[in-house]
């Protein structure tokens, strides 16, 4: 995806050796690299750590990557960019790296930050954090973001964030970041297309992560409405359910509607993931915080409604197949708007036509975020950055 400004050079067929750092190898940030890398004409080498103690991780993964990194160039690496995450301090990185490591462009691609990212208590904000995400992003050659609500919403909070220091604040930094700023969304796989749907009550999907930003309070109890009105359904709920410090909600919610739960909790292989996305009629989310929704957008490509609400990146991401339209897809975020739209599917479905015709719809929404698209797009934005 070039954007303007950027050279035009043709570079179709140049391999560049890019240097991946990982400190969070796993979820959505194993999922990006792990989509790209394979369909990418690029030679990576990949230095990653485990998905554990994600504030250990940021605070020691430039030594222990740096170190690393160094290993890698004795042992006959080379490389002609740097990409890492925004789990990276890139700037404490480069301080620590080799000479010919030091040098190279760098592209950070933020998956989350730590200004925006929710805590639930004001207590748990971490400047040193917040700070990080900056120095990582004035460091890299282009800041990557997954969604221009994320851009957006990042820098503004960066410009307000700087202002509340007690002086030398430096606010033409923020400028410097938009302007090597890009939007680059994350890839998704290929969903088998759908057969016909298997009779019986609508299945209600919820696949995000087991944690308060994402509102499982409100998704409970807009079906504890729908139950209340005697509106049949089945339930899948799987996610990020770690089974350690799961919200309360959770264990209530599975004790209430044992009797209509096809599947609970965490899918250990992506084969046993996409079986039950391909079984949902509807995928909800309720999510207070969301900078893309790849869990979502997933479980549309493999042929489930989405009933998401129509804030943060959702509109951006589900938005381009109802431009200039109602938008069927979205609701106000409100857990009884959520169970009169859940009741009209329920509807749809007794009439065996949930997507009124259209079945393709939700496919066509999100088919722009296939990897066999992005990869060479992105590929080829990497090889005018050297």
Known sequence: MPEAGEPLRESRNYVMRV????????????????GWIGRSRHSWTLLTLPPYKWKWRMRHSAVTLAAR????????????????????????????APGPVRV????????????????????????HFAFSNMTTALAAR????????????????????????PDHRPLEEVERIRAKSRVRYPGIERFPE????????????WAARWEYDKAPETFFRALEILESEGVDFRLSVVGGGN??????????????????????????????????????????????????????????????????????AYPEVLGGEEEGKKGPFFYDGGEKELAVRLAELSKRTEKGDLWEGDSLRGVRAVERFYWDTLAPEYDETLSRLS
């Open 19 to 34: 240097l991946a750092l990982e400190p969070y190898y796993g979820g959505s940030h194993r999922s990006f690299l792990d």
């Open 69 to 96: 990194a160094a290993e890698a160039l004795a042992g006959g690496g080379g490389w002609d960019l740097l990409f890492c995450s925004d789990m990276l301090n890139l700037a404490e990185f480069l301080g620590l």
């Open 104 to 127: 190279l462009p760098g592209v950070v691609y933020f998956h989350e930050n730590q200004l925006t990212y929710p805590v639930e208590h004001p207590s748990e904000f971490d400047y």
């Open 142 to 165: 282009e800041v990557w973001f997954n969604s221009a609500f994320h851009r957006d919403s990042f820098l503004e909070e960066l410009l307000s964030f700087l202002h509340r220091m």
């Open 243 to 312: 089974g350690r410090n799961t919200l309360p909600v959770f264990e209530r919610s599975k004790e209430r509607f044992n009797g209509r739960i096809d599947h609970w909790g965490f899918r250990e292989t992506r084969d046993e993931y996409a079986e039950v996305l391909a079984g949902a009629d509807v995928v909800v989310s309720a999510a207070d915080h969301e900078f893309f929704g790849i869990s979502v957008v997933e479980a549309v490509a493999a042929g489930a409604y989405p009933l998401v609400p129509k804030r943060l």
């Open 194 to 205: 759908r057969g016909k749907r298997r009779g019986g009550p609508l299945r209600i999907l």
